[in-house]
Every structure is written in structure tokens, then in C-alpha cells.
């Protein structure tokens, strides 16, 4: 008797834990999304504000590819030839913009939308203005600059099928090339800088995966 | 008032024991989260959805858990919910979801849901605690509201998202020193208007919770 009034304490506290790991199996698999990879009515939308409502967009391929700031997160391919990415990049927080950037046909970027901004409210949201974004409009690969020796490519951007080969992967990206000149928001550098990233790597990743 | 009335257990959440402006408790998500109105409401919610449903399972089983492990137990029923709150939001309100980040697992160690669990819901029917808990988090979503509210309008000229075309903003208000700030002159103002005096001597008696806390009724 001695024994068991000794372990009703931990068959209470076993009883109870139980119960609410049982609950929360059964909630997850009620709510859980798994919304990798497709090509969400949020997605749809943004692509319909750059390209208009002709261009049908697919997920052609997943490569994870990135630089230290950045990674693409999504590449689709419009059936008119048309290229758009979406990326993480690190603005004040650590990956705190998710960029969708469309690209025209001959690489130049053509829209930029903020799916996602964990950036701060009154500051790094401001990033997501019509006049800030336009200062990127019809930026190309030819603004990055070329390589320093022969050795060393362009394309720092380099795609990977696993999540391990990307932390490899993830080199340096291009410097900001002297030849293009933007203005950050004021107060809000970072997130500046952030969407600034996003745009280099989307225009390397489409030499990546355009030209090769 | 009554201080034994349902009514009382309802109301006490919002002005007399609220508890972030009088009991200063969970201070972490009342700075953080508080850059908009619209993230305050949220967060209290989530927080109100936690704090009720954690009271009523705690004052059920509170003739069934031992004595010895009821923190333990406490917990366990807490997180709880705290993962159903972070599940669901994640499946139909993921804007809000996204924006409350960390803080949404972070109202496991909320100390307002644990003390309201070991102050009033372990000693206490069922309906008193449910009330108890529906009022606290309400109470503590007024007071993020009040929090976003300021914050949001003085620091962003905005108020739910929507420009006011104010002819001056300033930014430090949705910064964390704007956030101590604005907390501090909204504690000044609900002392002022429920006539309070800061305690002269800091001791059981000046406490909130001193009619609810067992250490007090013990002497200590």
C-alpha cells in the first residue's frame, strides 16, 4: 500500500501527459498545411500584379540555392518564358522579408512583392513602397560585376537538393556593384540592404538557372 | 463589491487586479508584441483562449492532483494549449500567426497563466475560474491594446494598418524604449484613476492578490 501511495503522484502526472499528447496528435493532424511547394492563391495574386492575368505560372523546380543573406525559396516558370523567384532574405530580423521578385524576359527584374515582412512596423515596412521597390525595376545581371580572377565565377549563387549541401553552399554573393546607385529608407538600413540582397540573388539565380 | 461574487471574479481582471498594469506581470509579451494594436488584440487573445481553458482543466482536477507535483501538472495542462493555440492559428490565421512569432510558444511561461493556476484556479470551483481566467484575459488584452494602440499611432501614424496622415511620427515609439515608455505612462494613468497609492512598504498587504494567496492567509 506503502508503494502505490508513493506513485500516485506519478501516475497522475503520467495520466495527464498522456491525454495531452494524445490531444495534440489528433489536433496536428486536424490543422496541419504542408503548403511546400505549391503555388498558393497569396503567390497567384502577387505574380497576376507583375505579369497581368495571361502568364500561368508553375513551380518548375525547388532548388534551394542562397548566399549568407539570402535563399530562394521558390522558382516558377511562367508559360510565356517569364522567370520569378521567391526569397528569404535577412533584413533586422533574420529572415524577415519574403520577397517575391518576377523578372522579364531578358533577366531584368520586373516586379518586386512582399509576400511576408517580420520587419518592423513603421520602419522596415516601409521597404514595401511603391517608391522604394521601383528603384529596382529593370536591375540585371550585367550590373553585377565580372570576376576578380579567373578562378572565381560570377555565379556565387549555386543550387543544392539538400538542406546540408546549401549550408556548404552558401559562399559570398557579388559585391554592390559602383555603377548602381539606390537610397535606403531612412532608420530602416537593414531591411533596406535586405531587399537589396534579395534582388542580386534573384537576377544570378535566373543566370543560374536561364543561361546555365 | 463583493469580493466572493461571480461578478467580482469576472471583473477583477480588468482595472483592480489587472494583470499586467497592477500586478506587472507577463511583461515580456506586453513590451514585445505591442507594435500594433492589431498584434496586442491578437496576442491577448490567444492568451485569454490559454488562460480560460488551462483555469477550467486545473480547477477540475484539483481535487484529482496530488500536492507534490501539481506545478508539474500545471504545466503540462498549460503547454497544452499553448501548442492547440499555436496549431490552430498556424492553420487558419497565419498572418497573425507569423507576426506574434516566439511569443505565441512563449505564453507557456507567461507568468500570468501560472499564476493564475496555482493563486485562484487550484483553490477554486470551476465557474469562479473560469470566470477568473476570461477576466484576466480580457484584462490583459485591453492592456495590449491600450499598449498597440499608443505605440502604433504615435510611433507609426497608423491604427489597425490604416494611414492617419499624422503630420509627425515618432519612430522610437514602436522601438523597445518607446515600448517601457508607453507602459510606464499607462501604469501612471490607471494608478491615477483607481486612486491607488504606491505602496509605502512593500509586504503582503500592499499585494493584489493578497485576498486569493495562501502564503498570506498563512502569514508569510
Known amino acids: ?212 | 463589491m463583493d469580493k466572493k461574487s461571480n461578478i467580482y471574479a469576472l471583473l477583477k481582471g480588468f482595472v483592480v487586479e489587472n494583470p499586467t498594469l497592477v500586478m506587472l506581470l507577463g511583461m515580456c509579451p506586453t513590451l514585445a508584441v505591442t507594435t500594433m494594436a492589431s498584434n496586442g488584440i491578437g496576442m491577448g487573445l490567444a492568451t485569454t483562449f490559454v488562460l480560460l481553458c488551462s483555469n477550467i482543466v486545473i480547477s477540475a482536477l484539483r481535487k484529482v492532483i496530488p500536492g507534490t507535483v501539481r506545478l508539474p501538472c500545471f504545466i503540462v495542462v498549460i503547454t497544452t494549449f499553448v501548442t492547440l493555440t499555436d496549431f490552430i492559428l498556424k492553420a487558419y490565421i497565419p498572418a497573425l500567426h507569423s507576426r506574434l512569432g516566439i511569443f505565441l510558444s512563449l505564453i507557456a511561461v507567461n507568468c500570468i497563466i501560472l499564476g493564475r493556476a496555482e493563486a485562484f484556479a487550484s483553490k477554486n470551483s470551476l465557474l469562479r475560474s473560469a470566470l477568473d481566467g476570461l477576466g484576466m484575459g480580457l484584462g490583459f488584452t485591453c492592456a495590449l491594446f491600450a499598449m498597440g494602440a499608443v505605440r502604433e499611432i504615435l510611433g507609426s501614424g497608423q491604427f489597425f494598418g490604416i494611414d492617419l496622415h499624422l503630420p509627425l511620427v515618432f519612430p522610437i515609439f514602436v522601438m523597445p524604449a518607446g515600448g517601457f515608455f508607453t507602459l510606464g505612462i499607462i501604469i501612471a494613468v490607471v494608478y491615477k484613476f483607481t486612486k491607488r497609492k504606491p505602496p509605502a512598504k512593500v509586504g503582503c498587504a500592499a499585494c493584489p492578490i493578497a485576498s486569493d494567496c495562501i502564503n498570506c492567509k498563512e502569514g508569510g
Open chain 1, 1 to 212: 500500500m506503502k508503494f502505490i501511495k508513493k506513485a500516485i503522484p506519478a501516475i497522475t502526472l503520467l495520466i495527464i501527459c498522456a491525454v495531452s499528447a494524445l490531444l495534440l496528435v489528433f489536433v496536428h493532424d486536424l490543422t496541419a498545411v504542408d503548403e511546400a511547394g505549391n503555388v498558393t492563391p497569396e503567390i497567384k495574386a502577387a505574380l497576376a500584379g507583375i505579369y497581368g492575368d495571361t502568364e500561368e505560372f508553375t513551380v518548375y523546380d525547388t532548388p534551394l540555392g542562397g548566399s549568407e543573406t539570402a535563399y530562394v525559396n521558390m522558382s516558377l516558370r511562367g508559360d510565356g518564358g517569364d522567370y520569378a523567384f521567391i526569397i528569404v532574405s535577412n533584413g533586422y530580423n533574420k529572415e524577415g522579408l519574403t520577397l517575391l521578385i518576377g523578372l522579364d524576359s531578358a533577366g531584368a527584374v520586373k516586379g518586386i512583392v512582399t509576400l511576408e515582412s517580420s520587419e518592423t512596423p513603421g520602419l522596415g515596412t516601409k521597404t514595401d513602397s511603391p517608391e522604394f521597390m521601383g528603384q529596382f525595376i529593370g536591375f540585371t545581371i550585367d550590373e553585377v560585376p565580372a570576376p576578380v580572377t579567373p578562378d572565381e565565377t560570377v555565379y556565387k549563387v549555386r543550387f543544392a537538393k539538400s538542406k546540408e549541401e546549401l549550408e556548404a553552399l552558401k559562399a559570398s554573393q557579388p559585391e554592390v556593384p559602383a555603377s548602381f546607385e539606390w537610397d535606403a529608407i531612412t532608420g530602416a538600413t537593414l531591411s533596406s540592404n535586405g531587399v537589396f540582397d534579395a534582388v542580386k540573388l534573384a537576377v544570378t539565380a535566373y543566370r543560374e538557372v536561364h543561361i546555365g
